[in-house]
């Protein structure tokens, strides 16, 4: 018998009536649903890539959503794990643009006008983890309202307070000030310094407030990362299209360019030049 025979006698062989790895998985939803519109060699590539990232996707809101549940009953090391996690994933998702890059304008321009007015810009997944983080913009809703499931699940999170609130208001009660976070913002989150007071308290005494200071850099290092794929996505960008305006309707490299001011922990990022 040769040593592959030998090394996997007993191993099952039939699936007719038992689960398989590729139920499990529900493999043939998955690896059917790549349709590409035009007879380009690279629009394989540009639809895996999205998919992928859309399914890290996935898992970055699932993980964010059961952070802030756990931090709401202030059980912060599961949710330490969660956002290391996040974090992590976003590293993924930025290994990812080198097989993008690969796709020269040469090859790009070959598929583009099939895409339509279709953008990354109406990605409803990634908008959900800009509004979980806090990155809040409420006219952005309109995109979905053709997808009442996408538009329900974004206008759901917009009542509710966001990963960054309901760190503030863990915050406060472990500082023993009142809480200071508000009602669920529906815009973006602006700095406020007594936000800032309070985790340059934390800074300043780490022994002290070990869980808080191991909270606030959980969230600047998410928030490193996520920087780093906003980056990655703007250059990736520019060498593909240049400055022309997007399938979405934005003006391109200019809209990408100005999100790369958006801070989603602004007094984490403030208080490290107070200390
Ligand atoms: C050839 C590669 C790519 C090009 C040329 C490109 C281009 C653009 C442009 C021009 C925009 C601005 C919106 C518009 O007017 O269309 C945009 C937005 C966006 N793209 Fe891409 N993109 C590329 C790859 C990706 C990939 C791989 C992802 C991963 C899912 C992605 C996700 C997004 C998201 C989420 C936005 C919205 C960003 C925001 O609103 O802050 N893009 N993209
Ligand atoms: N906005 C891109 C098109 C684009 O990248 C795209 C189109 C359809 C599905 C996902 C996309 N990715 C990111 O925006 C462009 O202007 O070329």
């Not at 007993?10 to 398989?20: L, R």
């Not at 080198?98 to 953008?119: C, H, I, K, Q, W």
């Not at 995109?143 to 996408?150: G, I, N, R, W």
């Not at 200019?254 to 403030?270: G, S, T």
């Amino acid at each position: 018998m040769s040593d592959f025979g030998k090394a996997s006698e007993g191993a099952k062989m039939s699936f007719a009536d038992a689960m398989s790895y590729g139920d499990y998985l529900g493999l043939d939803a998955i690896l059917t649903a790549q349709h590409p519109l035009s007879q380009a060699h690279d629009e394989m590539l540009f639809i895996i890539q999205h998919q992928t990232s859309e399914l890290w996707m996935r898992l970055a809101i699932h993980e964010l959503q059961a952070a802030r549940e756990v931090m709401l009953t202030d059980n912060l090391q599961p949710a330490f794990k969660m956002l290391s996690r996040v974090a992590r994933i976003f590293e993924q998702l930025n290994n990812a643009w080198d097989v993008l890059r690969t796709m020269t304008p040469s090859e790009y321009t070959a598929f583009r006008p099939s895409l339509g007015s279709s953008s990354g810009f109406q990605s409803h997944q990634y908008r959900l983890i800009e509004y979980l983080l806090g990155n809040r913009n409420k006219a952005l809703l309109q995109l979905h309202e053709h997808k009442s499931e996408a538009h329900g699940a974004l206008s759901d999170e917009l009542a509710r307070a966001s990963l960054y609130q309901v760190a503030i208001d863990l915050l406060c009660r472990r500082l023993g000030t009142a809480e200071l976070a508000g009602e669920p913002g529906q815009e973006a989150w602006a700095a406020r310094p007594e936000v800032q007071d309070l985790w340059q308290r934390v800074y300043e005494a780490p022994g002290a407030h070990w869980e808080l200071y191991e909270l606030a850099e959980k969230l600047v290092d998410l928030e490193d990362y996520f920087r780093r794929w906003r980056f990655n996505h703007v250059t990736t960008v520019e060498r593909i299209i240049g400055f022309k305006r997007g399938t979405g309707g934005t003006n391109g490299v200019a809209y990408l360019r100005k999100m790369l001011e958006v801070e989603l922990f602004p007094e984490l990022w403030h208080v490290r030049g107070a200390l």
